[in-house]
């Protein structure tokens, strides 16, 4: 497994983890706290997807003269694509979800800006992080 | 997905040229042993130039190592 495979890895982790605790306090916290004081809360529980971070910083380079080839850049890049286009679909939905729903005259907070703006980079990086090790092949299998 | 229709004789020439290791396959022709181990499994088909610089590793023709189905 090579290191754009570790940390990628980390960022599919961190980000289901992140998710996954967030809806689970968001879950409990409606009932005890009420709206909108537990999506408040909840929402805090995102933050540790930010650990994705340090992936760069955690796991060393690679060993061996050569640690990039074409073969590397082509996947770095049909990921990239993938995770640019995952992240349009969100921006997409996000945008004609409320219009669809509560119509041309309806208003929405402004809160809601950040939030689209940080479910689409998530998801950018979720979905660039699960093509990669997808291309690589799950990774460490012939090596 | 289409399936790859090259097929390679890498691992063939690899030990016929003195059991030469997929890693030093990998520092002749420039990438890491990840993608020669890829190109040998048929998982991924190297570029033109990449092809070249395999074939020349090994002192054959392109054609030779490599085989469109």
Known sequence: MNRTQKIAWLFVITISLAVVSSLVAFAVLHFIFGMPKAAMISSSFIAIAGFGGFGPMIFPKDK???????????INRKAALAGFAASYLVVGLACMLPFSILGPRATIPV??????FM????????????????????????? | MSKIKIKNKLRQFRFE???MTQAELADKAEVTRQTIIAIEAGQYSPSLELAIKISKAFGKKVDDVFEYE
Do not use: M
């Not at chain 1, 050569?66 to 073969?71: F, K, L, P, S, T």
């Open chain 1, 64 to 74: 061996g003269k050569i640690v990039c080839d074409e073969r590397d850049t082509s």
């Open chain 1, 111 to 116: 809160v809601w800006l950040p939030n689209i």
């Open chain 1, 119 to 143: 479910a689409a980079g998530l998801t950018s990086f979720f979905v660039h992080s699960v093509v990669i090790l997808v291309l690589y092949g799950r990774g460490g299998r012939n090596e």
């Open chain 2, 17 to 19: 040229n003195n059991q």
